[in-house]
């Protein structure tokens, strides 16, 4: 059988939600020029963009350095660059540590800058010296959320010093549609509004993007294999108890009825944050001053179970991240 794009080559690619029938070239060639189109309708990327890759060692954030490299010739007058945050458990710096040299070939390969940053040197803790003192305190948090929090906020930061507009992550299709199932099963309406704030650019918040979010995660495997990225997908030792985990299963069986279910799903989540964001008010938190939906914004909770939020303050005060708002605990 023929692929049903350029009618020359031997199909190698059944894309179930449209029909399609494609070779490996005219597959490479749609993921591309899907990402371009994602770009481009919903203005992710503007001229005067310095845009950070945000490379997390997995196959989608190479795979998305790989397909904005190709397509850097393309965006006019916008800088980019990669970066890489090591939280600092031994498992997961053994694992995205392993990759750097790997990402630092393909970044020059497209004259991309590729940096790595530490949570050591922006909180003054590593995810698991965090971690250990929170669970020494008898309180559950799970590890990825730790992770998480920080990650977040340390984009922010460092974004600020480096001048980035936009930060791109690697979420794709498959991740859009399990964030809106989770927040639904978990009746969590306020978490729409909290990512669409993510979205905008509110006040210190830098604005992310999500170029692969129209794109499934079995093509961007496949994208991965023939173009020799590596695939070895060493999973974060605590994903077996995080919710996500099931939903992967559960979405892959209702595909079976609905091909499209997880672009109805991202859809349906995009269209609700719209709804939800006018009624969210913004604050800043009480002790850092960051914008926060809260009292005390989530980092700060995190240091304060942890009993280090004054050891926290105190880094933060010294480079200069407190805003002039932010109370001072002595
Ligand atoms: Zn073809
Ligand atoms: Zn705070």
Same mark, same amino acid.
Not at 281 to 290: L, M, V
């Given at each position: 059988?023929?692929?049903? !794009?350029?009618?020359?080559?031997?199909?190698?690619?059944?894309?179930?939600?449209?029909?399609?029938?494609?070779?490996?070239?005219?597959?490479?060639?749609?993921?591309?020029?899907?990402?371009?189109?994602?770009?481009?309708?919903?203005?992710?990327?503007?001229?005067?963009?310095?845009?950070?890759?945000?490379? !997390?060692?997995?196959?989608?954030?190479?795979?998305?350095?790989?397909?904005?490299?190709?397509?850097?010739?393309?965006?006019?007058?916008?800088?980019?660059?990669?970066?890489?945050?090591?939280?600092?458990?031994?498992?997961?710096?053994?694992?995205?540590?392993?990759?750097?040299?790997?990402?630092?070939?393909?970044?020059?390969?497209?004259?991309?800058?590729?940096?790595?940053?530490?949570?050591?040197?922006?909180?003054?803790?590593?995810?698991?010296?965090?971690?250990?003192?929170?669970?020494?305190?008898?309180?559950?948090?799970?590890?990825?959320?730790?992770?998480?929090?920080?990650?977040?906020?340390?984009?922010?930061?460092? &974004?600020?010093?480096?001048?980035?507009?936009?930060?791109?992550?690697?979420?794709?299709?498959?991740?859009?549609?399990?964030?809106?199932?989770?927040?639904?099963?978990?009746?969590?309406?306020?978490?729409?509004?909290?990512?669409?704030?993510?979205? !905008?650019?509110?006040?210190?918040?830098?604005?992310?993007?999500?170029?692969?979010?129209?794109?499934?995660?079995?093509?961007?495997?496949?994208?991965?294999?023939?173009? &020799?990225?590596?695939?070895?997908?060493?999973?974060?030792?605590?994903?077996?108890?995080?919710?996500?985990?099931?939903?992967?299963?559960?979405?892959?069986?209702?595909?079976?009825?609905?091909?499209?279910?997880?672009?109805?799903?991202? !859809?349906?989540?995009?269209?609700?944050?719209?709804?939800?964001?006018?009624?969210?008010?913004?604050?800043?938190?009480?002790?850092?001053?960051?914008?926060?939906?809260?009292?005390?914004?989530?980092?700060?909770?995190?240091?304060?179970?942890? &009993?280090?939020?004054?050891?926290?303050?105190?880094?933060?005060?010294?480079?200069?991240?407190?805003?002039?708002?932010?109370?001072?605990?002595?």
């Amino acid at each position: 059988m023929l692929c049903t !794009s350029c009618g020359k080559r031997p199909a190698q690619y059944f894309r179930r939600s449209s029909g399609e029938r494609l070779c490996l070239n005219c597959l490479f060639a749609s993921i591309e020029e899907r990402v371009w189109r994602t770009i481009r309708e919903e203005k992710m990327i503007e001229p005067g963009d310095k845009v950070a890759i945000a490379i !997390s060692g997995g196959k989608d954030s190479l795979v998305l350095l790989d397909v904005l490299g190709r397509l850097k010739k393309r965006l006019r007058d916008v800088e980019l660059e990669a970066f890489t945050i090591n939280e600092g458990h031994p498992y997961s710096c053994f694992y995205r540590m392993s990759r750097a040299d790997f990402v630092r070939e393909l970044a020059e390969k497209y004259g991309v800058p590729y940096f790595v940053f530490t949570f050591k040197e922006v909180f003054g803790f590593t995810a698991l010296e965090v971690a250990e003192r929170i669970w020494k305190r008898g309180e559950h948090v799970h590890m990825c959320t730790i992770d998480g929090v920080l990650r977040r906020r340390a984009m922010n930061l460092i &974004g600020k010093k480096r001048g980035w507009t936009k930060i791109a992550t690697a979420h794709n299709l498959d991740d859009e549609a399990q964030t809106v199932m989770l927040n639904v099963l978990m009746g969590n309406i306020k978490r729409f509004a909290w990512y669409a704030a993510e979205d !905008s650019e509110e006040k210190d918040l830098i604005k992310r993007i999500k170029p692969l979010k129209k794109v499934r995660e079995e093509e961007i495997a496949i994208y991965a294999y023939y173009r &020799g990225i590596p695939l070895m997908e060493l999973e974060c030792p605590y994903v077996y108890d995080n919710p996500r985990y099931g939903l992967k299963f559960l979405l892959a069986e209702l595909e079976g009825d609905m091909p499209n279910v997880k672009y109805n799903l991202a !859809s349906f989540g995009e269209r609700l944050a719209e709804l939800v964001r006018v009624e969210e008010g913004y604050r800043r938190c009480k002790y850092c001053g960051a914008v926060t939906a809260r009292d005390v914004c989530r980092v700060c909770e995190l240091f304060e179970k942890a &009993g280090l939020l004054k050891e926290y303050l105190e880094k933060a005060r010294e480079l200069g991240y407190l805003q002039p708002n932010a109370t001072t605990l002595v």
